[in-house]
């Protein structure tokens, strides 16, 4: 039997409603309801005789937010991975991947497919985009309202299962991204069942998950539940929180200090890493501070201002949030210091904005990346770096990112090259339909757009079905040469990062320096060095200095002076000091 249980602190009674007939549920005493039914039984739940609505901690809704739920049995999954030790997420290769649109069938298992390349190129982690479920059948997930179910249109609760069982034999880790900061407007009706929410905190999206105030010890449960659960129940290697810097808790212990407390409890239980890594855009190393020294207790955090200092650099785009980035100056701190931000002036915007990380932060403790869901995906037109760039300089970006201190992550298709877009799509019905559009539109209103793209842009809209299918990787282009050449370059990038510096722990603090149109990085033995312009660049190494990968014709003489082509970049080992 499946126990179903439901918070409702407020109710004189609840009932599990199976068609016409009601079931009374047992109240606990503690606002708490519950009962036992067979697995694959279809129900919808009620308070007090009022409309009966999806079950708020439902595994699976097999016809979507709106309908009823279905009771799934979490041990009857066959695990084939107690082998499985775990991975921890310092110093780990990500891969950020989009399950619909990942693979031509859209779906986990079809995805399952694909994991032996992700294996061959590398990877440690792959980090799934949200898998809640959410209104229709194809979108991002960050509006997902039933937090503890998985898309149907992915294949429902046990693909989750097999997925992760299926790359654990690969001996690949998996993530997922998680939404704590607020649920969708469609298909949300915990409102209907208690206190979730409150008016005293509020978000873009509306009321704040009511953390702090009466009743919000079960809201608390609510959310801590789920993230172990993913751990307990689908293997899960790690958690990555969207947008942490927006959710509100006055709480004497902040929700993501008991997230990490009771996940590092369950870590002792199961034997294995449990990793949790935040999106924050404080650029504050309290996110990764240990509990007791005041902090959240975060294993790892997203860098943006890398990802900006270095896209900014290579493609000269210095409008919207890029303003304040854009010269090899700002890229070399960047690399040694991680944020960019750190309490100075941030024009973007118009205050005073971070904090300094400290030199002895592990910098493996922050997740940079060239390309993410978001820096490509909230562009006008989704497109990537590729599309304006010489592979040559996306190469050099790449040598330059996999090769940093960072915990460094990829986005689907990254490695061969792609062109294709990665755009925003959406599902809604006619109730958001418009509103989403609208808002879209308005969202890139007075952007500069029209400059970079030069002419008029007309965004996409994200109801359109072929803003979907555009965003579909393009597999067949993998063998393209061009294609097979750049997917070669990460992965010998990938490979002698590993060879070159185990799980990243030392070399902690590259040097950077630079000059008319070239960029260096120095860690450790290797030195990267990119000439990302139409012109070629000769720049001085050290007598003795040797060629360990390039791209593009590159050549080094016997004192040390590199000459890189047009686009070039070198990836050289400088001979060890005594």
Not at 456 to 485: I, M
Request: aromatic share 10%; net charge negative; glycine share 12%.
């Amino acid at each position: 039997m499946t126990t179903i249980r439901l918070w409702a602190p407020g109710a004189d009674r609840a009932d599990l409603v199976l068609g016409t007939e009601s079931l009374p549920m047992s109240p606990t005493g503690d606002g708490h309801y519950t009962i036992d039914v067979p697995p694959g039984t279809d129900y919808l739940l009620s308070v007090d005789g009022r409309e009966p609505r999806p079950d708020p901690r439902s595994a699976w809704q097999p016809y979507g937010v709106h309908d009823a739920s279905r009771a799934f049995d979490v041990a009857a999954h066959a695990w084939t991975d107690s082998d499985w030790g775990g991975i921890d997420v310092l110093g780990a290769v990500f891969y950020e991947l989009h399950i619909g649109t990942f693979t031509p069938d859209g779906t986990l298992d079809a995805a399952i497919a694909k994991l032996d390349h992700l294996r061959d190129l590398g990877i440690d982690i792959v980090e799934l985009m949200p898998v809640a479920a959410f209104p229709g059948r194809r979108g991002w997930g960050y509006d997902g309202v039933d937090l503890y179910a998985v898309h149907e249109a992915y294949g429902g609760p046990a693909a989750l299962q097999r997925f992760v069982d299926a790359a654990h034999q690969r001996g690949l880790g998996v993530a997922l991204d998680v939404v704590y900061n607020h649920l969708g407007a469609s298909g949300n009706y915990l409102a209907e069942f208690g206190p979730y929410f409150t008016e005293r905190h509020q978000t873009p999206w509306g009321a704040g998950l009511n953390l702090d105030g009466p009743d919000g010890d079960g809201v608390r449960a609510y959310v801590v539940d789920n993230a172990l659960r993913w751990f307990r129940d689908f293997h899960l290697d790690a958690l990555r929180l969207d947008a942490v810097h927006a959710i509100q808790d006055d709480s004497p212990t902040h929700i993501l200090a008991e997230i990490a407390a009771r996940v590092a409890e369950l870590e002792q239980e199961v034997g294995r890493p449990l990793g949790l890594v935040a999106e924050s855009d404080l650029n504050d190393v309290a996110m990764v501070t240990p509990i007791p020294e005041g902090g959240y207790g975060m294993d790892a955090q997203w860098a943006d201002d890398v990802h900006h200092a270095l896209h900014a650099w290579l493609t000269g785009e210095t409008f919207g949030y890029y303003v304040d980035f854009g010269s090899a100056d700002v890229l070399a701190h960047a690399l040694r210091r991680v944020f960019v931000h750190e309490g100075g002036h941030s024009t973007f915007r118009g205050r005073d904005w971070g904090r300094p990380v400290p030199d002895d932060t592990e910098r493996r403790r922050f997740v940079t990346f060239a390309q993410n869901h978001d820096q490509v995906g909230n562009r006008a037109l989704g497109d990537r770096p590729e599309a304006r760039l010489e592979p040559g300089t996306i190469a050099g970006g790449a040598a330059l990112l996999l090769l940093s201190p960072f915990s460094p992550m990829l986005f689907q298709g990254q490695e061969w090259g792609t062109r294709s877009p990665f755009q925003f799509f959406t599902d809604h019905g006619p109730d958001l339909a418009e509103i989403v559009v609208e808002g879209r539109k308005q969202e890139f209103a007075g952007h500069g757009w029209e400059e970079l793209y030069g002419g008029d842009v007309e965004v996409p809209s994200p109801q359109d079905p072929a803003t979907f299918e555009r965003s579909k990787l393009p597999w067949d282009e993998v063998d393209d040469p061009g294609h097979a050449a750049m997917l070669a370059w990460y992965r010998d990038l990938i490979a002698l990062r590993r060879s070159a510096f185990g799980d990243g722990a030392t070399d902690q603090h590259p040097e950077a320096d630079h000059g008319d149109g070239w960029f260096r990085m120095t860690r450790g033995p290797l030195s990267v060095v990119v000439a990302p312009g139409p012109e070629g660049r000769q720049v001085a190494e050290p007598a003795g200095t040797a060629l360990e990968l390039i791209f593009g014709d590159v050549t080094v003489s016997d004192d040390g002076v590199v000459s890189l082509p047009a686009h070039g970049v070198a990836v050289l080992r400088r001979p060890e000091r005594r």
